[in-house]
């Protein structure tokens, strides 16, 4: 069975990116599973011109938007047997929010597990605190998931979770969460969103606090700051970051997720010794997720190094659609992952509609 | 296109100093936005003459300000003069219209700032005029002035063209001086028209500052802030949430929010003969500010029952957007907005096949959409000229069906539905819709609309009274 056979090689140690031959052979096999269980994506297939008869590689595979989340389900499968529903965040009106129905729990789990191993958890069983609300009490989060899973898999328990159900940060419980791993010596990754660790990074300064966490601890930070009122440059939330919890900013990983994407890329970030500059390794992903970079315009692939919006074809998304158009821009370079390129320079928002509130805010 | 691509934003009282130091923004790939450093211009000294400067325009009789200020309309409503040019130039890329949008909406906004409209505006608002000069008589016992503040400081993100200076208008009448902050979007008519006034007059040279800079970045310090009699702000919830923040709970806010407009098409505009002309009126009204004003229609809901069905009136729909593409043009997209067109073209493309009673119209150059779909759920979309086309029984279940919408409502335009517009209007009151028009007059409020059901002046000045006193 096809999810039998991802979850196996999921499982496999990460030790770089498999052959195109290897990836495009799964992800053939993945498309063929969704033309099969899919129809409207059938049809949507074929009027691009591709079928499981003529399909030569991954690349030809035809990509699903990210707002068709929005619009109605995207199942491969059986829609009645969604183990989770996961949505992302969005305005407060209904229809509005998109849902990722999930028909198999345990190939996302596979997903995470292995992903999380090997970037975090290959030489050491860190404490996992996690900056997002409980995946109990958020259950339609999938980071809440995601950091749920690490912890009872990877953390073996030790940890938890530091935002309230009123969607604040729990201050008093996170200082004496980090007080005590602090006492205990115990490494730890500290996980959360980019925003709420501004407002966490405010807090300690406000209040006159900060840490010393254990050797090998490490801040994974995922999120950005897209239709936030307040902007601050990575670089300086780093740096703030590292300061505050005594270590370094090469200790900081950056996660690239979307609620419509079941794995993850990871970004690492260096300070070279001899100048002290800060280097962005650029977002890598797991050797079952590829991505091409496509004309805004056109959305035809780009060569390597040319900026465009970003594709990405991730064997995980069994259930769902695997080859998912984001509404992110990018650069994919030569051997160095992803780099992602952030608010564009004059894309302040225009108008006094209220579709504007989706956009970026100034 | 201006030759050297670059625009100044910014205009500062005479004596105060501007930084050397210059920031600059591209507004796109050959124009860009230049603007004073915000770290390193005083604000405080800025601050502190605009209120020490304030005495000239307030021993300045209003209808001196509103001659003034109808001149400088003239002049943006002359084809031989530079400043009509020069708006239009800065406007384009600036706001991403086009040039026909640029004309439209300059034409549209100047017709409300002639000597003419302003003081019918002031006799509307204050019966008697001269009560923003000096006390008048209101009653028997009691004298009366208006005191517009000393200091208005408002924060224009998020606007179409000519919004700011309107509210630029509303503070100058009331003799306050005025800090600005133009949003991106509008920043060429408030700068120029503050530059043109001072040519009038040099009173304006001294009470008027009108820069950008970047409010995600840049913040003015709450010291600052306490000086200031008034903020205004236009914005996203999220950007007036940040500006209240900054500023002291002494200092009254007057916001304005992003708003969510509806059309409703009523059985009587789908007649077989008048169809077609509803249509026209309903596109020119979604593509009037490419569709990103708190005016312009997101959503419309079309009532079953007429001679022509919802369903096949959304094509004759699509042929009237078509048209405009020719008349009144898209501005060009940006490679976020173009990114939103692929995936709603996609998304909806998809969803179609999924039999799902949903049908999408797109213009050739991707530069509108039209959306049919049989879920009567209220929902919008990000992108320009991209409107969802609802099926509706009765206009008077609308209230219904917007009410999820409550927070964000505000204009609600009809075609048809003539007889039952009041009971409709009603209706729709109670879940936060303020102003209930035409398709035609969607766009175009009067200057003496009710913004969000605010009056023109409201909360921007405070009423002395002078009271009899029997010595």
Redesign the interface.
């Known amino acids: 069975m096809l999810a039998a056979e991802l979850m196996r090689s999921f499982g496999e140690p990460i030790t770089g990116p498999w052959s195109d031959a290897a990836f495009s052979n799964l992800a053939v096999k993945v498309f063929e599973y969704q033309y099969k269980n899919n129809p409207a994506y059938a049809k949507y297939s074929k009027n691009r011109g591709v079928t499981p008869l003529n399909i030569q590689s991954w690349k030809d595979i035809p990509p699903v938007p990210t707002l068709a989340f929005k619009e109605f389900p995207i199942i491969s499968g059986s829609s009645g047997v969604a183990e989770a529903v996961f949505k992302t965040s969005g305005t407060s009106l209904g229809n509005q929010q998109g849902e990722h129905h999930i028909l198999s729990l345990s190939l996302y789990r596979a997903s995470i597990v292995g992903s999380m191993k090997h970037h975090f958890y290959s030489e050491q069983r860190p404490t996992l605190i996690a900056l997002v609300r409980d995946p109990i009490e958020s259950p339609s989060s999938s980071l809440s998931f995601m950091l749920g899973e690490a912890l009872n898999s990877l953390s073996m328990g030790r940890g938890g979770f530091y935002v309230g159900q009123d969607n604040r940060i729990q201050y008093e419980k996170l200082v004496n969460g980090l007080r005590k791993v602090e006492s205990d010596g115990v490494s730890v990754l500290f996980a959360g969103t980019a925003f709420a660790f501004v407002h966490w990074v405010d807090w300690l300064d406000q209040q006159g606090l900060y840490f010393q966490l254990p050797e090998s601890s490490q801040i994974m930070e995922t999120g950005g700051f897209k239709g936030r009122s307040r902007v601050i440059p990575r670089l300086d939330l780093y740096e703030a970051l590292a300061n505050l919890h005594g270590i370094s900013v090469s200790s900081i990983v950056s996660e690239y997720g979307m609620t419509e994407m079941l794995s993850q890329f990871y970004e690492k970030t260096v300070v070279e010794a001899e100048t002290g500059k800060v280097r962005h390794l650029g977002y890598r992903p797991p050797p079952w997720v590829r991505s091409l970079v496509l004309n805004v315009d056109t959305l035809a692939p780009l060569p390597v190094g040319k900026e465009g919006v970003l594709c990405h074809f991730d064997l995980a998304n069994l259930g769902s659609a695997m080859a998912i158009l984001t509404e992110d821009v990018g650069v994919v370079t030569e051997g160095e992952g992803i780099r992602l390129v952030g608010r564009l320079d004059g894309a302040e928002e225009r108008g006094c509609s209220l579709a504007m509130n989706d956009f970026h805010s100034d | 296109m201006m030759s050297n691509g670059v625009f100044d934003a910014y205009q500062l009282p005479d004596e105060s100093e501007c930084p050397e130091r210059l920031n600059s923004?591209?507004?796109?790939e050959d124009f860009s936005?230049r603007y004073p450093n915000f770290r390193a211009l005083n604000k405080d000294a800025l601050v502190k003459l605009l209120i020490e400067n304030n005495v000239a325009i307030k021993s300045m009789p209003v209808s001196e300000i509103i001659q003034a200020i109808g001149r400088v309309s003239e002049r943006l409503m002359d084809k031989d003069d530079p400043l009509r040019y020069e708006a239009l130039d800065v406007m384009v890329p600036t706001?991403?219209i086009s040039p026909q949008m640029a004309e439209t909406i300059l034409a549209g906004m100047s017709a409300d700032w002639t000597e003419k409209t302003l003081t019918e505006l002031v006799e509307r608002e204050f019966t008697n005029p001269k009560i923003l000069d000096s006390f008048q008589r209101i009653d028997s016992g009691r004298s009366q002035m208006v005191y517009g503040f000393t200091l208005n400081l408002t924060v224009g993100?998020?606007?179409?063209p000519g919004?700011g200076v309107t509210a630029l208008i509303r503070a100058l009448l009331l003799k306050s001086s005025i800090l600005m902050k133009p949003?991106?979007?509008d920043v060429a008519l408030p700068v120029l028209f503050a530059r043109a006034l001072g040519e009038e007059n040099e009173v304006f040279r001294k009470c008027l500052a009108v820069f950008y800079w970047?409010?995600?970045?840049e913040r003015i310090e709450r010291k600052t802030l306490e000086k200031v009699g008034v903020v205004v702000a236009?914005?996203?919830?999220?950007?007036i949430?940040?500006i209240r923040d900054q500023v002291s709970r002494k200092t009254d806010v007057i916001s304005?929010s992003?708003?969510?407009?509806v059309g409703l098409v009523g059985r009587e505009a789908l007649s077989e003969d008048k169809a077609r002309e509803t249509a026209q009126e309903v596109a020119m009204s979604i593509a009037t500010?490419?569709?990103?004003?708190?005016v312009?229609p997101?959503v419309l809901y079309v009532e079953q029952g007429g001679q022509v069905a919802p369903e096949d009136w959304v094509q004759v729909l699509a042929s009237g957007m078509e048209e405009l593409e020719e008349q009144l043009p898209a501005g060009v997209l940006?490679?976020?907005e173009?990114?939103?067109v692929?995936?709603?073209h996609?998304?909806?493309?998809?969803?179609q096949?999924?039999?799902?009673g949903v049908q999408i119209y797109k213009g050739t150059r991707k530069s509108w959409a039209v959306i049919f779909e049989p879920e009567i759920?209220?929902?919008?979309?990000?992108?320009r000229r991209v409107i969802y086309v609802k099926p509706i029984t009765d206009l008077m279940t609308a209230k219904t069906v917007l009410a999820?919408?409550e927070d964000?409502l505000q204009t609600v335009a009809i075609a048809g539905a003539s007889s039952r517009k009041e009971d409709i209007a009603t209706s729709l009151t109670q879940i936060g819709v303020t102003r209930v028009t035409s398709f035609q007059q969607a766009p175009w409020p009067k200057p003496w609309w009710h913004h969000d059901g605010r009056s023109v002046f409201q909360g921007l000045f405070e009423l002395i009274d002078l009271e009899d006193v029997v010595d």
Request: glycine share 18%.
């Open positions: 923004v591209n507004v796109s936005v706001a991403g993100s998020g606007t179409v919004v949003g991106l979007g970047d409010g995600a970045k236009y914005g996203s919830d999220d950007s949430r940040s304005y992003h708003r969510l407009g500010f490419d569709q990103r004003g708190c312009s997101q940006s490679q976020e173009t990114i939103g692929q995936q709603i996609a998304a909806i493309g998809l969803k096949l999924g039999g799902t759920a209220l929902k919008w979309s990000d992108c999820p919408g964000y």
